[in-house]
């Protein structure tokens, strides 16, 4: 019997997308992790305002924290408005964050923020990957392949 698919995430509504994130590093293995926001934090990304592009997540006392991402003051929101790039506590199972560490620690690898969006439910979710740094000369084969990827697919075009 054929191996089943593993299941995409449930995205409805992208907030914020971290596309640098995939040329700067190996995305290993991605999660998907609930955020804990206050009430205007939730209407900011309602409204489509977010960075996550100098972002990312760091494993403390067995909590995993989305650290520097920006989700700006709601504009309407009164004394109560939250702090724009306060850490905000990523919600996983225990396994992962133990999956995490292990990784982070042993294997030196970091957490990355892929995208901020809103699931079916209208939860906000983050896509967090484990990822390895690259350098220079990886960042130029990654260059030399995808222009090549262009290239093939429009010499295919061409010739029918």
């Known amino acids: 019997m054929a191996r089943p698919k593993p299941e995409t995430f449930d995205k409805k509504k992208t907030v914020a997308e971290n596309r640098r994130a995939r040329y700067d590093y190996f995305i290993e293995d991605k999660f998907e992790a609930g955020l804990m926001l206050t009430g205007t934090e939730v209407k900011s990304l309602r409204a489509g305002e977010a960075t996550i592009a100098e972002s990312y997540a760091e494993v403390r006392g067995g909590e995993v924290w989305l650290v520097n991402a920006n989700v700006p003051e709601f504009s309407h929101g009164n004394r109560?408005?939250?702090?724009?790039?306060?850490?905000?506590?990523?919600?996983?199972?225990?396994?992962?964050?133990?999956?995490?560490t292990g990784a982070v620690e042993r294997k030196g690898m970091t957490l990355v923020p892929l995208s901020?969006?809103?699931?079916?439910?209208?939860?906000?979710?983050?896509?967090?990957?484990?990822?390895?740094?690259k350098n220079s000369a990886d960042k130029r084969q990654s260059t030399k392949d995808r222009d090549w990827q262009r290239d093939k697919a429009r010499l295919m075009r061409e010739r029918g």
């Not at 109560?80 to 995490?100: C, G, Q, S, T, V």
């Not at 079916?120 to 983050?126: D, F, N, S, W, Y």
């Open 80 to 100: 109560f408005n939250h702090e724009p790039r306060r850490p905000r506590k990523l919600l996983l199972n225990a396994r992962e964050i133990d999956k995490m």
């Open 116 to 133: 901020i969006y809103f699931n079916g439910r209208g939860r906000a979710k983050v896509e967090l990957a484990l990822a390895k740094g």
